[in-house]
């Protein structure tokens, strides 16, 4: 069966909304700063609680999907491509930021992303 890019769409609509077990490492927003050309990831602390609700560490308090807390991140890391910045978090901090698979899968897959919309001068919002 020929795939479409609006089947290929709905499927990656759909995968998006599944249940991710959350990384207790942290997690990264990204960004594009365009002026410099460059792809960044600013990465933030986390504990996760055991019904796997991500807490602020400062406070205990539940950390919203979306707005509504100012944190401050413990590093912000580049990269003018999507390699360079993988190369920049996995291979040459010790200890490494990341410690779950599906969570550095994830990772690579949005700074493909965010390189494709630098290039291309196209919006950037992460997944």
Same mark, same amino acid.
């Given at each position: 069966?020929?795939?479409? /890019?609006?089947?290929? &769409?709905?499927?990656?609509?759909?995968?998006?909304? +599944?249940?991710?077990? !959350? $990384? *207790?490492?942290?997690?990264?927003?990204?960004?594009?700063?365009?002026?410099?050309? /460059?792809?960044?990831? &600013?990465?933030?602390?986390?504990?996760?609680?055991? +019904?796997?609700?991500? !807490? $602020? *560490?400062?406070?205990?308090?539940?950390?919203?999907?979306?707005?509504?807390?100012?944190?401050?991140?413990?590093?912000?890391?580049?990269?003018?491509?999507?390699?360079?910045?993988?190369?920049?978090?996995?291979?040459?901090?010790?200890?490494?930021?990341?410690?779950?698979?599906?969570?550095?899968?994830?990772?690579?897959?949005?700074?493909?992303?965010?390189?494709?919309?630098?290039?291309?001068?196209?919006?950037?919002?992460?997944?």
């Amino acid at each position: 069966m020929p795939f479409t /890019l609006e089947s290929l &769409k709905t499927l990656d609509d759909k995968l998006s909304n +599944r249940f991710i077990k !959350l $990384d *207790p490492q942290g997690y990264f927003l990204i960004y594009l700063d365009r002026e410099a050309g /460059l792809i960044c990831a &600013k990465h933030f602390t986390n504990v996760i609680d055991d +019904r796997g609700v991500a !807490l $602020d *560490p400062e406070t205990g308090k539940p950390l919203p999907c979306q707005g509504g807390v100012t944190r401050t991140h413990t590093q912000i890391f580049t990269g003018r491509t999507a390699k360079e910045l993988c190369i920049e978090i996995f291979e040459k901090m010790d200890p490494c930021p990341i410690s779950c698979l599906d969570h550095a899968a994830y990772l690579g897959r949005e700074f493909v992303r965010a390189e494709m919309a630098l290039i291309s001068g196209d919006e950037y919002v992460q997944d």
